[in-house]
């Protein structure tokens, strides 16, 4: 049993309440066709929510059965009935193989880490562990022994959740053949930390800094309980071990840069496990915005949320302040009443969006100029037709269209001065007839400054500034209202509009866009758009 004393009474209650909404589930049959549906429609969701459901009867069954005693039936039905999948993989990374169930993929990866540790700790009858124990040396084991996998050398989450996760297989149920394949699974994880630069932070957002970097950690610490190898104490693992301290804006409200969240739970133990380790430079956020889990079920956090945890660490009051990242090219400034991040970084990065020069403005109840984040993952999602989506493309960041033009490839250039973020986004605009264009943040106690140059060969160009929001704004006298912030433009004429944006599939129901336009007669022309707190003089910000 794994009772700790040091658990958080709200960690019980989640378990609970994650059993009650998994205990009536007796959908143990996968549905085929619903397997089917994504190579003929792209469609993952409906197969997913049935797989994931699955996972959360595991986890819940697991915990309950570790926590509590009993639940032994319960817990056997659910293996037996993941050990009888035609596969773990998911119908999104098979691909073309002949051979399904061989597929190693985050998912398939996970399974086998779920099920191998599980029937370490478990209670359970021994022809079962027998059984499972075969299933994962079938479908992980001599696969990754026989096999090369194009995640073996990725430089982001996949390297270090699937590397991970069979690195931890190993260890855990077979371990007497680890040391044959140590050294390359040694070389996976190198590659995925190669994938963060000196500043720790994580380009594929917030979530994915929790996912594989969070793998990562699990694979570590059991490594090092395994054979005293440590890949944690060093100085690159310790800037990681930051990231999600920096993006997080204001309480849960998260910089959800690329394919996240606009909110960012966190998990209790992997960052108990941090501040045990790198001390009081980690910084433990107010505990009632952990996230132990996700909709996923994944069993390696959850597990360590109750194992790591420690309820005796005290919350850290946020800080405020500028800082800025010169790898991942981000600025943030967290002021009292508000917080700021922009972006120069460039468009083809993991999980890339066009959205170079986009920027962030949130208060205590979230983002008002927004990020929307992710959006529904499809096959298109991921393919050709990626940039029609809005969530990936331009016109869903704050960020100017050019005579209807949006962003394409290409590198911007940063540079930061003081209370001033600049940004050369010439590189990533294909509007005829544009020699640059360059956008300036200006960022004070009231608010912050828009400042756009640009630079034509000859005028009549027509300028959308676009700022994007989940909440509906309010447009009067050429000004738009979002809660306590307003936004208004050095447009002579401002030509302001809103537009609720429909039909798209992501985080947010709702998305409203901004538009300030103008037509600019000559070849030069600054923009400015102020956004500024109501009660604040706008002459200061």
Not at 1 to 15: H, Y
Not at 370 to 395: M, V
Request: charged share 25%; aromatic share 12%; with cysteine.
């Amino acid at each position: 049993m794994i009772i700790n004393k040091r658990l958080l009474p709200e960690q019980l209650e989640d378990l609970r309440a994650l059993y009650e909404r998994f205990k009536d589930f007796d959908g143990y049959e996968l549905n085929r066709d619903n397997f089917n549906e994504f190579s003929l429609n792209g469609n993952r969701l409906n197969y997913e929510n049935e797989y994931f459901a699955r996972r959360g009867c595991l986890i819940s069954r697991a915990m309950m059965h570790l926590i509590y005693g009993g639940h032994k039936n319960e817990l056997e039905k659910i293996i037996s009935a993941i050990c009888d999948e035609f596969t773990w993989a998911l119908p999104a990374h098979i691909g073309d193989s002949k051979t399904p169930e061989t597929v190693i993929d985050l998912f398939s990866a996970e399974t086998g880490q779920a099920l191998s540790e599980i029937c370490s700790l478990a209670d359970m009858d021994e022809t079962l562990k027998q059984r499972v124990n075969s299933e994962i040396e079938r479908r992980i084991i001599v696969p990754y022994e026989n096999n090369k996998f194009g995640w073996e050398a990725a430089n982001h989450n996949w390297a270090a959740v699937c590397g991970g996760c069979v690195g931890m297989t190993y260890m855990t149920a077979f371990a007497e053949r680890f040391p044959a394949v140590k050294s390359r699974l040694l070389k996976t994880m190198n590659c995925f930390l190669s994938g963060y630069g000196a500043d720790g932070i994580c380009l594929e957002g917030a979530d994915y800094w929790s996912y594989g970097f969070g793998y990562f950690l699990c694979f570590a610490e059991m490594l090092e309980r395994f054979d005293g190898t440590n890949l944690i104490d060093n100085e690159k693992v310790r800037a990681i071990a930051k990231c999600r301290q920096h993006l997080s804006l204001r309480k849960n409200t998260a910089v959800s840069f690329s394919d996240c969240s606009l909110t960012a739970g966190f998990n209790f133990g992997y960052t108990c496990f941090l501040k045990a380790r790198f001390g009081s430079e980690i910084e433990m956020p107010d505990k009632k915005y952990r996230r132990d889990y996700d909709d996923c079920c994944r069993w390696a956090p959850y597990y360590r949320s109750f194992i790591w945890g420690n309820a005796e660490i005290k919350r850290d009051e946020p800080k405020t302040g500028k800082i800025y990242f010169p790898d991942a090219q981000w600025y943030i400034d967290r002021r009292e009443k508000f917080s700021f991040a922009a972006k120069a970084g460039n468009n083809y990065e993991p999980h890339n969006h066009n959205d170079a020069g986009a920027f962030i403005i949130a208060d205590d109840n979230g983002q008002l100029i927004c990020d929307p984040g992710a959006g529904e993952y499809t096959q298109d999602y991921f393919a050709e037709k990626r940039y029609t989506y809005f969530y990936t493309s331009s016109r869903g960041h704050s960020v100017p269209i050019i005579d209807g033009a949006e962003q394409g490839g290409g590198k911007s250039v940063p540079s930061v001065e003081n209370d001033l973020f600049k940004v050369d986004m010439t590189d990533v605009y294909r509007a005829e007839g544009l020699r640059n264009i360059k956008r300036l943040f200006s960022v004070s106690d009231g608010g912050v400054t828009i400042t756009d140059s640009f630079l034509f060969e000859k005028g009549g160009h027509k300028i959308t500034e676009r700022l994007v929001s989940p909440i509906k704004p309010e447009i009067t006298d050429g000004a738009a209202r979002i809660r306590d912030l307003t936004v208004r433009s050095d447009f002579a004429e401002p030509q302001v509009s809103a537009h609720e944006v429909k039909n798209h599939r992501g985080y947010l129901e709702t998305i409203y866009t901004i538009d300030f336009t103008v037509t600019l007669c000559g070849c030069a022309r600054d923009l400015t758009v102020d956004c500024f707190f109501e009660n604040e003089n706008k002459s200061d910000s």
